[in-house]
């Protein structure tokens, strides 16, 4: 247990879905992030807030839209997604906007039919 | 184009022996590196790390070797033990605290 929860563990959605993923942490930090891990690819950074701010956006298609109300959760919404976005969807926080020891969630198994 | 390259996907040792996980870096601007072990269904875990002022970092059986020159770092792991078996990913920043660009892994198979 790591502090920092996600849910769904597993989602399948079609192409015309809007879903969302969540995650939690439970540790004081302020800083929060979403890394998507595909197959044989190294961890991509997608989204990181500080205090709430979005402070970074990777050239993430639109299709993916982050929230975060607070500094303790953090959301991700899906909407048209494409089969190639088929991945482990990883959030992760940390104290400050340094990713140092940043400790991450389990993560959520989305598939995308 | 990969700053960050693990370039041995997979890596088998028996129990008790070292392992040895490479990682390579092209970024000179990389002065902080880290390692995370990542089990299945779960997230990566934070395992050791090494400012670029130092060369070498020992935690327990963990030890992270630095070669500035190189730009190559490497992770041993004395004496190899089978809940070791994972997958590694190595990762750099440009300042300690910064964003972290990771390589690809090596996954881990110590065997009993």
């Known amino acids: 247990e790591t502090g920092v929860t996600q849910t769904p563990r597993h989602l399948v959605m079609g192409m015309t879905n809007k879903k969302s993923l969540k995650c939690e942490q439970h540790l004081g930090h302020n800083a929060m992030y979403w890394y998507k891990q595909s197959a044989k690819k190294p961890l991509e950074l997608m989204f990181v807030?500080?205090?709430?701010?979005?402070?970074e956006n990777n050239s993430v298609p639109s299709r993916f839209s982050p929230e975060c109300p607070n500094s303790s959760h953090l959301f991700l919404h899906l909407h048209t997604l494409q089969p190639e976005d088929s991945a482990l969807y990883l959030c992760?926080?940390?104290?400050?906007?340094?990713?140092?020891?940043?400790?991450f969630g389990q993560g959520t198994r989305l598939t995308v039919v | 184009d990969q700053q960050v390259k693990q370039n041995s996907p997979s890596l088998s040792v028996q129990e008790g022996r070292i392992s040895i996980l490479n990682c390579d870096y092209t970024n000179s601007m990389f002065d902080y590196f880290l390692w995370y072990k990542k089990y299945p269904a779960e997230g990566p875990t934070f395992l050791i790390s090494i400012s670029s002022i130092k060369d070498k970092n020992e935690d327990g059986r963990f030890t992270v070797f630095l070669n500035k020159s190189a730009k190559h770092l490497s992770l041993h792991i004395v004496p190899s033990q089978p809940g070791d078996s994972a997958v590694y990913f190595c990762?750099?920043?440009?300042?300690?605290?910064?964003?972290?660009?990771f390589g690809g892994g090596t996954r881990l198979m110590v065997k009993p």
């Open positions: 990762a750099a920043s440009a300042q300690a605290g910064n964003m972290l660009t």
């Open positions: 807030y500080n205090f709430k701010e979005q402070t």
């Open positions: 992760a926080s940390s104290q400050g906007q340094g990713f140092a020891e940043a400790f």
